[in-house]
């Protein structure tokens, strides 16, 4: 007998629901050349199937969310991903106006780490508290970590101006 | 206080999320019971679990699999420092985990009392998420679970709520006899894999293409549509190629850099290196590379990989086990929970209560080689 309901999966629907534009966001930035939705669909299945883990006295649903969307996106860019698609985001470098040009340069020169913060925070726009959850470290750390980053790319971009 | 770089990189995140789609609506077809994802043969693990029930046999489990991700990271107590699980049991041969009559057997989980019913040992922390009226949103999920007896609640760390219901975390060591587990030894829990991120595969392992480098190291490429590719390969040739991967030259499998890779080392996200890495199976290897380059732009590593399963083997082998898996998940006595393909170890990974006499029939008819068993409750050998 199925104890799973269509209402179980209502009401999960519905939990999820508030999130899917920050996951589809994160997605894309970490995984540019995936496939965004498949990602987002996979964590979504992830997430359902591990549902009962869920426990908010130790974190956001966001947060919880987000965290699974990075591990798939993660997975994605890696090695479950077959085949190459076209980016749904960035255009090539070569069609962005100048400034652009320059920072796309300068972000790729960022640590890891780095990078990682900036497309949490200003391009996926995840809270400072989320972008912690995505890179398992403490809010205090991701904004040394982008106070690093601003800093790094001030001088990339200064030396390119 | 001003920044220009906070101004620019905030204007360029502005710009970036006005060129996004909406979001996807969730697929809920893949979150019914017995399912798996639908496109996982072609895409990676398959997830499927079980339609679950209360059942006299039957766990959750919490542990460290390859496939298991704890997205819960410890109470800070310092930059990095990620609880591991002390039980994260390596999957052994089927017949090792096999329980019998009277085994000795052990698992760490959560010990549920409720008024009325035999005290069970399910999987620790677990609430529903979405309210609930008809379940008290305090008691631990407990949707696989095992009769238990002996527990000594004065040694468990102990939460009673509402009035008659208690539950605590606990290692048990038992007598598995007639369907229940008769506790001889209790200890602490096990502490929970609280990674955040971790898939438990190997961090330190270097995420290289098996190819040299060309002259100058891998050039970063715009990226490449893969269609022509796809068709060639999934549709056309399955029976030549495994499954691709995306490698990152000179970057670790968990993403930092090992500065021996052009450029040192690449990151996942726009701008990163990627190598796409296809292992011919079956045929000539240079006939291959030829037609793949063909009608592939980017970064391109092609190598011969005789006897590894190619994408056809692949989509039989896992259908074949699949079919018989989702009858077997579907009763929900039987206490299976998940079960996912693993491509990297080509076989599917099956998560579950514990491995009966019953269950190791099936198993050994589906083929134990295709299987990577990882029960829960395990016997002491």
Known sequence: MDRTTAQDRQDFADWVQPHLAAMARLAARLAPLADRDDIVQEALTRAWLKRHQFDPSRGTASAWLLAVTADQARKAARRRRPWPRPLLGDPPISTLPDDRVDLQRALRRLSTRQRLAVECFYFADLSISDTAAVMRCSEGTVKSTLVDARTRLRALLEVTS | MTDEIHDVLDQAGRRWRATQPDPPEPDRSRWEPGRSAPRLPRRGPLVAVAGSTLVAVGLITT???????????????????????????????????????????????????????????????????????????????????????????????????????????????????????????????????????????????????????????????????????????????????????????????????????????????????????????????????????????????????????????????????????????????????????????????????????????????????????????????
């Open chain 2, 63 to 381: 542990i460290a699999t390859p496939w298991a991700w704890w997205p819960w990271r410890s109470d800070r107590g310092g930059e990095g420092q990620v609880v591991v699980t002390a039980a994260a049991p390596t999957p052994a041969p089927a017949e090792v985990l096999l329980v019998r009559e009277g085994d000795i057997v052990q698992a760490s989980g959560t010990v549920l009392a409720e008024p009325g019913r035999a005290v069970r040992f399910c999987a620790p922390a677990v609430t529903f998420m979405p309210a609930r009226p008809s379940v008290d949103p305090r008691i631990p999920d407990c949707t696989y679970s095992v009769p238990v007896t002996g527990v000594d609640p004065n040694h468990l760390a102990m939460t009673a709520v509402p009035p008659g219901v208690w539950f605590g975390k606990a290692r048990l060591r038992g007598v598995w006899r007639a369907g229940t587990l008769h506790v001889t030894q209790q200890a602490a829990p096990d502490p929970e894999n609280l990674s955040m991120l971790s898939d438990n595969t190997s961090d330190d392992a270097s995420d290289d293409p098996p190819c040299p480098a060309p002259a100058g190291g891998w050039p970063v490429t715009e990226p490449a549509d893969g269609k022509a590719l796809h068709q060639y390969m999934e549709e056309e040739h399955a029976d030549q190629f495994r499954r691709p991967r995306v490698s990152y030259p000179g970057r670790r499998a968990d993403g930092k850099a090992t500065g021996g890779g052009a450029g040192g080392g690449s990151t996942p996200g726009a701008g990163a290196v990627e190598v796409l890495v296809i292992e011919v199976v079956k045929g000539d290897v240079e006939a291959a590379r030829k037609a793949l380059r063909e009608r592939y732009s980017g970064n391109l590593c092609v190598v011969s990989r005789p006897g590894a399963l190619s994408l056809a083997d692949e989509r039989a082998r896992h259908g074949a086990v699949q079919a018989t898996l989702g009858t077997l998940m579907r009763d929900g006595a039987n206490g299976i929970y998940s079960s996912g393909y693993d491509p990297e170890r080509e076989v599917v990974e099956v998560e579950l209560v514990m491995v009966t006499p019953q269950l190791y029939e099936h198993f050994t008819r589906i083929g134990l080689d295709m299987l990577r068993l990882n029960p829960w409750l395990r016997p002491m050998r």
